[in-house]
């Protein structure tokens, strides 16, 4: 093998605790290494093209590049590899930045690691073996799950592009949380005229298939060829049938009072209902909760909405039915919650009945909110209102150290929006920091100062009530003093937590979360949309708290994302596969038994295994566990693994 | 050498999806750990042949970690449960050739857990050195 290895500084960050001249001292010795380089950028267009002139001039079969993680550059290096018509396996990476310069203080460690992980580099690298990828057709279609502002950008998008979506929401309507605001900050855009429109091409999208009231039961495959596995909830109703008259919730025994999820608990509707009258579909749904005949068994002599249904729409025969979608890409778009602010009960939510959540808030001003659009709480128009920040963000008692960033800037809006219909009002803001950091914000800010919303910084420590009147404990941190003022109304600028069941559905897609719950990027600047599953991407506030602006952006970039390789058609899948050994099988079968993906077949005439090349993933659980030694791992081969032992423990 | 500046060797072996993740945003946040162990890539914990871990006690190895993603978020579904199984096999087979099984671990480990990652390296160094070298000749005592 003539091997050549490529040490980069990376500037000073690994320079700076990696003594390179030794590195390179140490390794140009090693058997089989015909030329041993360092350079400033290997990931540069010089720092490439040394590699290529090395690659022609020494004839290289190999080579190792000693630099920043393979999960970072390794593409990057291969492409050099493939232009200087070499096979782009024939390359090994030695992780020096994230997994030594970076980690350690100590030059002297830091050297000898260094030096050692190169050498186990160089030793795999002399065993490696040229490996040609599989290409594979790709479904062309997409699925994405979440039908918020999020998931129908990224359904319109990619639907636009020519492809089939199936767009899959768990609740009875399209629309997401944006549907239950008035305005968006800072240009006091209406929510409902900038997201209706977006619903309605949805529904008429002759591209994309809804699936409203469903949730993903399973996901298998890989890129190119998942299968899904989605479950429709009964409705009760027949949407072909319901012309969406609204007679059955008047009808209704339960009629005004079965809590009104999007209103935010504040208004009661029927046990058979919309969730808001621009929903999308428009078709009524028996909530299985609350209905007398669902949970009871019994609703009067027969049930009221039955009755008075002249579209014979209603159905309490309909069961659950699980349909099975083929597709190439998924979008995940499942949005977030509000954080429950009963976990600091000294706010007292519940129990004081002037302090509400930010979205509970935000429902007073909509039109087809609890009042209408009129600010009246609790039968009277609020003139001393405090807003609270940073309820449920920034805070380590309950487990959320990350900002909700959209908080500061829905308090300004609202204080505005308070402000246009009591002139009056007096409006005290406590927070932490203001953080105004999108486009105009700054200056939507400021305009809302300008009206007389005074802030005040500090964090509310208690909400009571004496006498009937509710009180803000809070201190004053740039005066220095603690403050006990009264409020008519206070509303907690409560923040974004991840959808409770996001660790599990996770698990479904085999994707990850990171620490705050959120789902995980493969890349935190470089590749925020992608997951580390090929083809499946996140997008909005699945993936962390943005705002709309920042949604949607995403929302197009994981379309984009998508689009490419619907448009391809086909891919090539990394050829890291298991390979049989012929003669060393002795068709024992304990490999078929190990395979999560059925890739090991029994070929009954010669009594060894197959393996399926384009069922198997690459994990090797079945080479670890063959007995005779028969299975080997492309690129992680026995003999390669036990050449990096050997070269790790001998300096 | 004395007992005191015994540097232990350890060989880890981190599953790609996961702790070599996690291994990576430790560094992208300059989180700082004790340089004692040498990372192997593997594509999933699943893949560290029993004969890995032997040979790595042979070679001079002082202990070895194996490092996968969580039970249930395993890239490949159930390759971590495997390792896990064979786990317990190599801590006895370990046994059986004088070897003290706490020199073997295994951690879960995922992309996220960047302190969590360095945090098992400082202390498995800590165990290790506590333990001290490897019967079968381990740690810088060559040099």
Same mark, same amino acid.
């Given at each position: 093998?003539?091997?050549?290895?490529?040490?980069?500084?990376?500037?000073?960050?690994?320079?700076?605790?990696?003594?390179?001249?030794?590195?390179?001292?140490?390794?140009?010795?090693?058997?089989?290494?015909?030329?041993?380089?360092?350079?400033?950028?290997?990931?540069?267009?010089?720092?490439?093209?040394?590699?290529?002139?090395?690659?022609?001039?020494?004839?290289?079969?190999?080579?190792?590049?000693?630099?920043?993680?393979?999960?970072?550059?390794?593409?990057?290096?291969?492409?050099?590899?493939?232009?200087?018509?070499?096979?782009?396996?024939?390359?090994?990476?030695?992780?020096?930045?994230?997994?030594?310069?970076?980690?350690?203080?100590?030059?002297?460690?830091?050297?000898?690691?260094?030096?050692?992980?190169?050498?186990?580099?160089?030793?795999?690298?002399?065993?490696?073996?040229?490996?040609?990828e599989n290409e594979v057709p790709v479904t062309r279609a997409a699925l994405v799950i979440g039908g918020g502002i999020t998931g129908i950008q990224s359904a319109l998008d990619i639907a636009n592009a020519g492809y089939k979506v199936y767009l899959v929401e768990r609740e009875p309507s399209i629309g997401g949380h944006m549907a239950q605001f008035d305005k968006t900050f800072p240009t006091l855009d209406c929510a409902a005229c900038i997201l209706t429109p977006k619903m309605v091409d949805v529904a008429q999208h002759p591209n994309i298939e809804l699936l409203t009231y469903s949730d993903v039961e399973d996901i298998s495959g890989f890129i190119g060829n998942f299968k899904a596995t989605v479950r429709k909830k009964p409705r009760y109703v027949n949407a072909d049938s319901c012309v969406s008259c609204g007679d059955c919730a008047e009808a209704c025994r339960l009629a005004g009072r079965v809590p009104n999820a999007f209103d935010m608990g504040l208004a009661k509707r029927s046990a058979i209902y919309v969730p808001f009258p621009q929903a999308v579909p428009l078709t009524y749904t028996v909530d299985p909760d609350a209905c007398l005949l669902l949970t009871r068994g019994?609703?009067?002599?027969?049930?009221?909405?039955?009755?008075?249904?002249?579209?014979?729409?209603?159905?309490?025969?309909?069961?659950?039915?699980?349909?099975?979608?083929?597709?190439?890409?998924?979008?995940?778009?499942?949005?977030?919650?509000?954080?429950?602010?009963?976990?600091?009960?000294?706010?007292?939510?519940r129990e004081n009945p002037n302090v509400f959540t930010g979205l509970q808030f935000e429902r007073f001003f909509a039109p087809n909110g609890p009042t209408g659009g009129e600010l009246v709480v609790n039968g009277a128009v609020?003139?001393?209102?405090?807003?609270?920040?940073?309820?449920?963000?920034?805070?380590?008692?309950?487990?959320?150290?990350?900002?909700?960033?959209v908080c500061c800037m829905y308090i300004a809006k609202q204080a505005h929006l308070v402000k246009e219909r009591v002139p009056d009002a007096q409006i005290t803001v406590f927070y932490c920091d203001v953080r105004a950091f999108g486009k105009g914000y700054e200056e939507f800010y400021e305009r809302v100062q300008k009206e007389g919303v005074q802030y005040r910084r500090g964090l509310v420590s208690e909400i009571y009530e004496e006498n009937g009147v509710t009180h803000v404990r809070a201190e004053d941190s740039l005066l220095g003093i603690p403050l006990d003022i009264e409020a008519d109304l206070v509303v907690l600028g409560?923040?974004? *937590? /991840?959808?409770?069941? !996001?660790? #599990?559905? @996770?698990?479904?897609? $085999?994707?990850?979360?990171?620490?705050?719950?959120f789902f995980l990027e493969a890349h935190p600047k470089l590749r925020p949309i992608d997951t580390v599953t090929d083809g499946i991407f996140v997008?909005?506030?699945?993936?962390?708290?943005?705002? *709309? /602006?920042?949604?949607? !952006?995403? #929302?197009? @970039?994981?379309?984009? $994302?998508?689009?490419?390789?619907?448009?391809?058609?086909?891919?090539?899948?990394?050829?890291?596969?298991?390979?049989?050994?012929?003669?060393?099988?002795?068709?024992?079968?304990?490999?078929?038994?190990?395979?999560?993906?059925?890739?090991?077949?029994?070929?009954?005439?010669?009594?060894?295994?197959?393996i399926n090349d384009t069922l198997c993933k690459g994990c090797g659980v079945c080479g670890a566990g063959c007995p005779a030694g028969a299975i080997s791992l492309n690129h992680f081969r026995d003999s390669q693994i036990l050449a990096q032992i050997g070269a790790v423990l001998h300096d | 050498?004395?007992?005191?500046?015994?540097?232990?060797?350890?060989?880890?072996?981190?599953?790609?999806?996961?702790?070599?993740?996690?291994?990576?945003?430790?560094?992208?946040?300059?989180?700082?750990?004790?340089?004692?162990?040498?990372?192997?890539?593997?594509?999933?914990?699943?893949?560290?042949?029993?004969?890995?871990?032997?040979?790595?006690?042979?070679?001079?190895?002082?202990?070895?970690?194996?490092?996968?993603?969580?039970?249930?978020?395993?890239?490949?579904?159930?390759?971590?449960?495997?390792?896990?199984?064979?786990?317990?096999?190599?801590?006895?087979?370990?046994?059986?050739?004088?070897?003290?099984?706490?020199?073997?671990?295994?951690?879960?480990?995922?992309?996220?857990?960047?302190?969590?990652f360095a945090h098992v390296v400082d202390d498995m160094t800590k165990t290790i050195r506590a333990l001290g070298p490897s019967p079968l000749g381990g740690g810088d005592r060559h040099e």
């Open positions: 093998m003539r091997v050549g290895v490529y040490i980069c500084h990376c500037g000073i960050n690994i320079a700076k605790t990696v003594d390179i001249n030794r590195v390179v001292e140490a390794i140009s010795g090693m058997g089989g290494v015909k030329v041993c380089r360092d350079y400033q950028y290997m990931c540069s267009d010089p720092g490439q093209e040394l590699i290529k002139k090395d690659i022609n001039k020494y004839e290289l079969n190999t080579v190792v590049v000693a630099a920043c993680s393979p999960r970072m550059h390794l593409t990057t290096f291969q492409s050099t590899l493939k232009s200087a018509k070499l096979n782009p396996y024939m390359i090994e990476m030695a992780n020096i930045r994230e997994q030594c310069s970076w980690v350690h203080e100590d030059k002297e460690e830091a050297t000898k690691k260094a030096i050692a992980m190169v050498r186990s580099a160089v030793s795999k690298a002399s065993l490696l073996e040229p490996l040609v019994k609703c009067g002599k027969s049930p009221k909405c039955v009755d008075v249904c002249t579209a014979n729409a209603i159905d309490f025969t309909q069961e659950a039915e699980t349909v099975e979608l083929e597709v190439g890409t998924i979008v995940v778009a499942t949005g977030y919650d509000e954080f429950d602010p009963t976990l600091k009960p000294e706010l007292h939510l609020p003139k001393r209102i405090v807003f609270a920040s940073c309820t449920g963000s920034r805070d380590k008692r309950v487990g959320n150290p990350y900002c909700s960033r409560t923040g974004m *937590i /991840p959808k409770p069941d !996001a660790k #599990a559905l @996770a698990q479904k897609l $085999h994707i990850s979360n990171s620490s705050d719950g997008a909005g506030t699945a993936q962390g708290p943005k705002d *709309i /602006p920042d949604s949607v !952006a995403q #929302a197009g @970039a994981a379309a984009a $994302h998508s689009i490419d390789i619907l448009a391809k058609g086909k891919i090539t899948i990394e050829p890291y596969n298991a390979v049989v050994n012929p003669d060393l099988c002795g068709g024992c079968r304990i490999c078929e038994a190990l395979c999560p993906f059925d890739a090991h077949h029994y070929d009954e005439k010669k009594g060894i295994m197959a | 050498m004395t007992e005191s500046a015994f540097e232990p060797k350890i060989v880890g072996f981190l599953c790609n999806w996961c702790s070599y993740a996690g291994a990576d945003l430790a560094g992208t946040s300059r989180i700082k750990y004790s340089p004692n162990v040498r990372v192997i890539r593997v594509m999933c914990s699943g893949r560290v042949d029993p004969l890995f871990v032997l040979k790595a006690f042979e070679e001079g190895a002082d202990g070895v970690l194996i490092a996968g993603c969580h039970p249930g978020d395993c890239h490949y579904q159930s390759g971590n449960y495997k390792t896990q199984r064979r786990i317990h096999v190599m801590k006895r087979m370990l046994e059986q050739y004088g070897i003290n099984p706490d020199r073997l671990r295994l951690e879960w480990v995922s992309a996220a857990e960047s302190t969590r």
